[in-house]
């Protein structure tokens, strides 16, 4: 049974930053490429990063220099820290998993979790 639990969420003052953590269980981690979506209201959902099963990170162009995407293999943990944040960030943020090694924010996602929600004021 694989579950992505998600944490770190909560309310920050504009300028502030977060660190969100995915924690995994129930499959093989490590050969998994990951990633982080995020969902306004009224919004469509948007990605913001991948990370390879190998560590190789990628961001969507918006998200460049303000998010940082990275995981820890050994404790099965996925992590976004957000900096600089701004009120357009607030979201509920979601990490995915998919059952390969590679991937891209266009891809499709095998495991979801339920989502931290982020509120900027």
């Known amino acids: 049974h694989v579950q992505l639990v998600e944490s770190g969420g909560g309310s920050v003052q504009a300028g502030g930053s977060l660190r969100l953590s995915c924690a995994a269980s129930g499959y093989t981690y490590n050969r998994n490429c990951m990633a982080w979506f995020r969902q306004a209201p009224g919004k469509e959902r948007e990605g913001l990063a991948t990370i390879d099963s190998d560590g190789d990170a990628a961001y969507a162009d918006s998200m460049k220099g303000r998010f940082t995407i990275s995981r820890d293999n050994a404790k099965k943990v996925l992590y976004l820290q957000m900096n600089t944040l701004k009120p357009e960030d607030t979201a509920m943020y979601y990490c995915?998993?998919?059952?390969?090694?590679?991937?891209?924010?266009?891809?499709?996602?095998?495991?979801w979790g339920q989502g931290t929600q982020v509120t900027v004021s």
């Open positions: 995915a998993a998919a059952d390969r090694s590679r991937c891209t924010l266009f891809d499709t996602y095998n495991y």
